[in-house]
């Protein structure tokens, strides 16, 4: 018989917060057969001995090689969930609280009573971070939907079925950005409304680089879209711009005066930006189609290279 749900936690160093996450989780899937797979990013500091838990077994340590990010430990840990646990669903959620264990449980009875056959994500009523990192998220959602068309509403934070996981294990988009890879897979997906919780214990290790490279991952995904946007818009401005050339020559014929001499400038100037514009978004597309015929890289073929150990953790009740 599979297991109901698997829960999938990428971790890096944070054992402390992780701890007392799954002593939550214990209680929010009592009655429920859930295990978990925690992926080790490969931490400097050691994992504690045993788990103080009941209801969840068994405890798995899915120890990286080396350290990948956050989106490439979850894609490893999905490949390795799609190729050797039988189970019913996945539950990805972070491990330093931010995602809470009954938030967990409520995606899980949504994706239940969904039919299980979509994947339910968590949207985020709420951010507790601060103004500066809301300011910038807000403008990153703002140049996400002009880019790509799809506004950012969901991150990790989510329930998969398992079934879905063979359409998943043969995108390479998967291995920069899972939400993203979700999307544009077409897999039927729903929202449910949910505030982030705080961290549990200690600091979080993302910084603003951290982040910003994680917001560019998903613009990578997009790559052939942005691209195409990008060379509409830009021959959009090169044609406006050739119009009102044209007509400035137009006028200075029609009343026989010359042109300044800056604006003949800064017109020819215009012209060869735009067309350099032109020339780049056209090589961005052509990349990234070239990318996706080539298949660099395919999560179900080249994740498993990836994983130095697997061990089982002791658990107690006490």
Known sequence: MPTDAVILMPLFNDWDSASVLLGDLDSA???HRARVLIVDDCS?????PSFHTTNLHPIEILRLRRNLGHQRAIAV????IHQNIDCRAIVLMDADGQDRAADARRLFNEWQNAGTSQVVFAERAKRLENWIFRSLYHLYRWLHLVLTGDAVRVGNFSVVPASKLTQLAVMPELW???AAAVIRSRIGMRTVLIPRGARLRGHTQMNYSSLMLHGLSAFFVYGDIIGARLLAAVG???SLATAVIASAIAWAISTGHALPPWA????G????VLLQAILGALVLVFTVIGSRVNLNFLPIRDCPYFVESLRPLATTSE
């Open 176 to 178: 920069n950005h899972y």
């Open 269 to 272: 100037v215009a012209i060869i």
């Open 44 to 48: 400097t500091m050691p994992a504690p």
């Open 264 to 267: 003949a400038v800064a017109a």
């Open 29 to 31: 899937f009592a009655g």
């Open 236 to 238: 959009v401005l090169l």
């Open 77 to 80: 840990g999905l490949i390795h």
